[in-house]
């Protein structure tokens, strides 16, 4: 599993599930990594699917313990490169850039670990695993 938290200024890009056990919740955008794809590569794409958003990879910031999927998640930090939100109308019904500020007005629930991950971003209070040029992710924790 892959997911970035998707900068632009100082909002975050959550898109709200339209399925599942997290219905109607904020989240970031991530999903499952396909065969042959590297986690950034898988990472990039459900942030373009699900939020309709072309981004670039900084670095790793977070490993997330997925139980339903008895898998780990890698959470990538990113930041904005083109587009504007748009829903996939499948998994994600709306997409939006918040502050922490609007977290804390939005009328909508979060999913926790997203919010509390995307808080902490928000806030620089986080530790970054840089990208370096021709060295992947997966290539410095030897994913296979």
């Not at 632009?8 to 919740?25: C, E, M, P, T």
């Not at 997409?95 to 979060?110: G, H, R, T, V």
Request: proline residues 6%; negative net charge; hydrophobic residues 40%.
């Amino acid at each position: 599993m892959a997911g970035t938290v998707t900068l632009r200024g100082n909002r975050a890009l959550f898109v709200s599930q339209s399925y599942g056990s997290i219905k109607g919740q904020w989240g970031i955008p991530w999903g499952v990594v396909e065969a042959g794809e590297s986690p950034e590569a898988a990472a990039l794409r459900e942030t373009r699917e699900e939020g309709g958003i072309v981004a670039r990879v900084e670095g790793l910031i977070s490993l997330q313990c997925v139980s339903w999927e008895s898998a780990v998640g890698l959470v990538f930090l990113c930041r904005h490169v083109s587009g504007e939100p748009m829903p996939d109308g499948k998994e994600t019904d709306r997409p939006a850039y918040l502050s922490l500020e609007e977290m804390d007005e939005a009328n909508q629930p979060f999913a926790p670990w997203s919010e509390r991950l995307v808080r902490r971003v928000l806030r620089r209070e986080y530790q970054l695993i840089p990208v370096e040029p021709g060295n992947t992710i997966a290539d410095k924790f030897a994913c296979f």
